[in-house]
């Protein structure tokens, strides 16, 4: 989708989380079921290695706290910045801790109505009286989660970000958005791996075509509300290059298109 059908982006640089619905429930307060995603430089990020962090370029990198665990350091020397989009990872000091609840990325593409989990350390909010969307008016600070929808991609360029990016509307009461506090958290697929599948990474929020209520419910085609996050299929090479483990694994790819190539080839041979 062309970015022109922006009217509001916002990019909560000092973070963006997912949406509490309804706050005090297991399922949004103090989730522990995504004990890898940690807070830094008052946002969020993901472990998705043993010491190794991703997070939002625009959060950045910093001491990063696993609650109930501990706050680790930056390793010196080892930030990896994207030259150009909003990905940063770093690795982190984990002295005698021996962190093995970590993420793992996944880089197949998001297709179109597939559910995810938002997590991060974002504010929060309830419905509001009129019953049209959320009011927020919780702060951040407490790592939660919440459900989404992906309905698409967009590249976006704007002032201060730029990504290739999958979205998730706002469309009723029940539905994850993010908040400040969120960025650098991830998106995460609800399909039972015993290892969570992190296919995003908390980006942005803003109004496509002509809508302009920032968290309002919304079941146009092409006018509402949305949050974003970094596709992570689109960064595949650079995130390997820099020493992150994906899945499928690259070299895994090319085996199966050249088997698959000779298995045809040896078809029309007999045939």
Known sequence: MDMRCF?????LGWATSSLAVAPGLPTDTNTSD???????????????????????RHVGAGAFTLPGIGTFSVVAGSVKNHPTDDLT????????????????INVNKVAASTAITMVGFGGSGVLNGAGTGYDITIA?????????????????????????SI?????????????????????????????????GINSWIGTFGTFSS???????????????????????????????????EPGTLTVLALGSLLALRRRRQTS
């Open 140 to 164: 951040s600070g407490t790592r939660r989660k919440a459900t989404g929808i992906v309905e698409g991609d967009v590249f976006v360029d704007e002032p201060g970000l730029r990504l290739s």
């Open 7 to 11: 009217i509001g982006l916002i990019v």
């Open 34 to 56: 995504f004990g890898f995603v940690g807070q830094l430089n008052g946002a969020s990020g993901v472990l998705v290695g043993s010491d190794l962090v991703l997070t939002a």
């Open 167 to 199: 979205y998730a509307p706002l469309r009723t009461n029940g539905q994850g958005a993010l908040v400040g506090g969120d960025s650098g958290g991830g998106w995460f697929l609800q399909d039972g791996s015993a290892r969570p599948q992190l296919v």
């Open 89 to 104: 990872l770093f690795r982190i000091n984990t002295g005698a801790t021996t962190l093995t609840n970590y993420a793992q």
């Open 214 to 248: 920032f968290f309002a419910f919304s079941n146009h085609p092409t006018n509402f509300f949305a949050s974003g996050a970094a596709d992570l299929s689109a960064y595949n090479g650079w995130l390997v290059q820099n020493g992150a483990s994906v899945v499928p």
